[in-house]
C-alpha cells in the first residue's frame, strides 16, 4: 500500500484546511486508516481515524469538534482530514497512516505511511 498526503499549506488562526490522503497498491490492506501529526517538541500524536465502511470515527481529544475524517472508497482509497477553527498549536506535519484490521489509536499497530503534509497556523 502507497499513501500519499496532500493539501497542507500555512493559514491563519481560525481558517480551514483539508488534507487527503490516497492509498494505492492493494488498498483493500488499508482498512482503518489515520492521521497522526508530530512537531519537533512532542512524541507523534494521534489525531482521528477511520474504519472501512466510514461508520466508526475516533479523534483526539485536542481536535474533537473542529476535525472531521472521513473517507472515499473506490478504485482508490482516499481517506479525508478536514480541519476547521485552526489553532497555531494544530501546527505540525500530518502523516496518514493506514493498516489491515481494525481501528487502533496508537501508531505502532500501522503498518503502512504516507510522507507528510506540513501544515502551518499563524496566529
Known amino acids: 500500500v502507497q499513501l500519499q498526503a496532500s493539501g497542507g499549506g500555512l493559514v491563519l488562526a481560525g481558517a480551514s484546511l483539508r488534507l487527503a490522503c490516497a492509498a494505492s497498491g492493494h488498498s483493500y490492506s488499508a482498512s482503518a486508516m489515520a492521521w497522526f501529526r508530530q512537531t519537533p517538541e512532542k512524541e507523534r500524536e494521534f489525531v482521528a481515524a477511520i474504519d472501512w465502511g466510514g461508520h466508526t470515527t475516533y479523534y483526539g481529544d485536542s481536535v474533537q469538534d473542529r476535525f472531521t475524517i472521513s473517507r472515499h472508497n473506490a478504485e482508490t482509497t482516499t481517506v479525508y482530514l478536514q480541519m476547521n477553527s485552526l489553532k497555531p498549536e494544530d501546527t505540525a506535519v500530518y502523516f496518514c497512516?493506514?493498516?489491515?484490521?481494525?481501528?487502533?489509536?496508537?501508531?505502532?499497530?500501522?503498518?503502512?505511511w504516507g510522507q507528510g503534509a506540513v501544515v502551518t497556523v499563524s496566529s
Open positions: 497512516a493506514a493498516k489491515s484490521g481494525g481501528i487502533y489509536l496508537y501508531s505502532e499497530e500501522y503498518q503502512y
